[in-house]
């Protein structure tokens, strides 16, 4: 079992910045990908980042692509997400998610989901 618990959500005006924090633990020894996720009400959930566990094949969508930077400390079972230059429609509740060898943009592909964390963006 792996717990994922995600932070550093929050209320915030166009054009500021967050930083999300996503802390591993259980059973963590395996060198896996690790992405983030966003959800709006019902929609499915949409892949922002994803990177490796050697911190290469870094993935962003192309609606975030130069705003945001994922990164990770494995030392610390910690991955991150800088979010810049934030716009209204990056309002989402954010989730990382546990992945396979290599990065994937599906949701399906990742096993370990954590509870997500708010991100409101206000015009």
């Known amino acids: 079992q792996v717990q994922l618990v995600e932070s550093g959500g929050g209320l915030v005006q166009a054009g500021g910045s967050l930083r999300l924090s996503c802390v591993a633990s259980g059973h963590t020894d395996s060198r896996t990908a690790m992405g983030w996720f966003r959800q709006v009400s019902r929609r499915e959930r949409e892949f922002v980042a994803g990177?490796?566990?050697?911190?290469?094949?870094?993935t962003y969508a192309d609606s975030v692509r130069g705003r945001f930077t994922i990164s990770r400390d494995n030392a610390k079972n910690t991955v991150f997400l800088q979010m810049n230059n934030l716009r209204p429609e990056d309002t989402a509740v954010y989730y990382c998610?546990?992945?396979?060898?290599?990065?994937?943009?599906?949701?399906?592909?990742?096993?370990?989901w954590g509870q997500g964390t708010q991100v409101t963006v206000s015009s």
């Open positions: 990177l490796e566990w050697s911190g290469g094949g870094i």
């Open positions: 998610a546990r992945g396979g060898s290599t990065v994937a943009t599906e949701a399906y592909l990742y096993d370990y």
